[in-house]
RNA sequence: GCUCCCGUAGUCUAGUCCGGUCAAGGAUAUCGGGCCUUCGACCCGACAACGUGGGUUCGAAUCCCGCCGGGAGCACCA
């Protein structure tokens, strides 16, 4: 089985290219066999453009998702390949070259009529195509088209355009090439070429099968077969492949790996497994509706696999500071468990009181009631707390555990400044527990009453707030 | 407008090819309860679906036809 994933260079891989990447992966790994990529570079056009910093963007997110290929191709290296396939599609009549403007060819095929050109005999394409090919056409004056029913019911499959001139300069070939194949021709070749035994790929595509087929049919060759899959988007994923481009080049979003991108690097930044990824994408299978589906599915799977092993941690957003009177003594420092249920994962000594951080909105929720500070303590807060208040004296009540609102804290001492990463790109700052002073770069943390978080990649101990991530709930 | 595809609970999905074992299973969400010193986990319970109309049949989510709804294509993009 010989599988191929055919991105272009325009993005970084994001949530709705999951399907192209897992479901390949996973026919590959179940019938042991090799998964091509293959950069689909042609030159694209001045809307769509190539950006030659992408494809080593693309490569690292196909290894975040464990879905390294076996090779890589680049359409761009693979041109030449094509004109010899073209002429022998031109000598069996299939095809003949068009020097309509676009416009008027738009017009003729929904109206199924026949250009001028279209009555040329195999010698004259062949003449009209060295010319192409040797320059003497400028961009937009001519085309290779397919010849195809004129009639056939469906317009968009009526002779479609093949080969076209485009002088835009390619980042990686320059302008070596004048003459570029459009996706389904170099397709019809590729899949042969690079002997593709299942086609895989999105439902957008399901007009090129026919084109493909009908390419080989003319040239007596048998292609492999086609499977679609539907679009996948997140709910909470609105944006588009575009647009993050234009936020992420302009310095608007932090790189690709920017949580408003909802790409793979950015899921994988914020402590998502590409686990959690391939169980919830091929959980649709290879349906073709259209889906949307909520992220909190996607957390859900992730808890599920990260919630045991992961170690629990306080974090204070907002805090304020307040000092608890009549504090018992001995309790300047406790030990706590990592994990609720998972004793193997340890404890470690937390500094508490008697001087605490308490996230200023649950100090205002709670304003002359008694609470409990998780873990520890139960205390009285004062009547009044004034929105912006610096400091607050609180008084120490018993240290039974009874039905109390439950807050996290922070022991002032050893405390560190924390800088969460929210999802619109926010930059929440607390304060965290003196433990996290020693966190290493990418570890997972559940922040208690917060969510699940992940350490940045680039964050060293001693270098400032510990910058994390915010993952889900 | 034309062509193709898709419609099972709020969401996603199993079942549809090969009609009965489906008074429709699972996941997630929501609601209620329990439990652990988290708003997280776990346990128990509840809610909730075959788009619609006809036909075939002893029997239809499943086969046929119409309609309705949704999506994609009709680029010298991929």
Same mark, same amino acid.
């Not at 004129?150 to 479609?160: S, V």
């Not at 909470?236 to 588009?240: G, H, L, M, N, P």
């Given at each position: 089985m010989v599988l191929r994933m055919a991105p272009f260079p325009s993005g970084g891989l994001h949530i709705g290219s999951a399907r192209m990447i897992f479901v390949n992966d996973y026919y590959r790994t179940r019938y042991r066999g090799k998964l091509l990529l293959v950069f689909d570079d042609t030159i694209g056009s001045e809307e769509k453009r190539i950006d030659l910093a992408l494809f080593d963007v693309i490569l690292r997110d196909l290894e975040i998702a464990g879905a390294t290929p076996d090779a890589v191709y680049y359409k761009s290296d693979r041109i030449p390949l094509f004109y010899p396939w073209a002429r022998r599609v031109i000598d069996r009549g299939g095809a003949y070259v068009c020097r309509c403007p676009a416009e008027l060819l738009r017009e003729n095929r929904a109206k199924g009529q026949a250009c001028g +050109? *279209?009555?040329?005999t195999p010698g004259q394409t062949v003449d009209e195509w060295e010319k192409m090919l040797a320059g003497g056409y400028a961009q937009g004056e001519a085309v290779l088209r397919l010849r195809t !029913?004129?009639? !056939? /019911?469906? /317009?968009? %499959? *009526? !002779? *479609?355009?093949l080969f076209r001139i485009s002088d835009l300069d390619h980042p990686r070939v320059g302008h070596r090439y004048r003459v570029w194949p459009l996706l389904e021709f170099s397709w019809a070749v590729d899949d042969i070429e690079l002997g593709i035994t299942h086609v895989i790929r999105g439902k957008d595509l399901v007009m090129e099968d026919r084109m493909q087929e009908h390419l080989w049919g003319l040239l007596g060759l048998h292609g492999p077969p086609f499977l679609h899959w539907g679009l996948l988007r997140l709910r +909470?994923?609105?944006?588009?492949k575009s647009k993050s481009y234009l936020e992420v080049k302009s310095g608007q979003y932090d790189g690709w790996a920017d949580p408003r991108t909802w790409s793979i690097a950015s899921l994988d930044r914020r402590g998502i497994s590409p686990e959690a990824m391939r169980k919830f994408t091929l959980? %649709?299978?290879?349906?073709l509706a259209d889906i949307e589906v909520p992220a909190e599915t996607l957390y859900a799977e992730n808890r599920a696999i990260i919630d045991a092993t992961t170690p629990r941690r306080a974090f204070v957003e907002d805090p304020v500071r307040v000092d608890v009177d009549e504090y018992p003594p001995g309790l300047e420092h406790v030990p706590l468990a990592n994990h609720p249920e998972q004793e193997h994962l340890g404890r470690r000594e937390v500094a508490a009181g008697p001087g605490f951080w308490l996230p200023r909105a649950d100090l205002a929720r709670s304003a002359g009631a008694e609470v409990r500070l998780k873990d520890l303590m139960n205390i009285r807060l004062p009547p009044d707390i004034p929105a912006g208040a610096a400091g607050v004296r609180a008084t120490f009540t018993t240290r039974e555990n009874r039905k109390l609102p439950r807050l996290q804290w922070v022991g002032v001492e050893g405390a560190v400044p924390v800088d969460l990463l929210g999802l619109e790109g926010e930059h929440r700052s607390g304060i965290g527990e003196g433990a996290l002073a020693q966190a290493g770069p990418r570890d997972i943390y559940q922040f208690e009453r917060v969510g699940f978080v992940r350490v940045e990649a680039d964050w060293r101990p001693g270098t400032g707030p510990v910058r994390v991530v915010f993952g889900h709930p």
């Open positions: +050109e *279209r009555a040329q !029913d004129l009639h !056939d /019911p469906d /317009p968009a %499959f *009526r !002779d *479609r355009v +909470e994923a609105k944006i588009s959980s %649709f299978g290879l349906s």
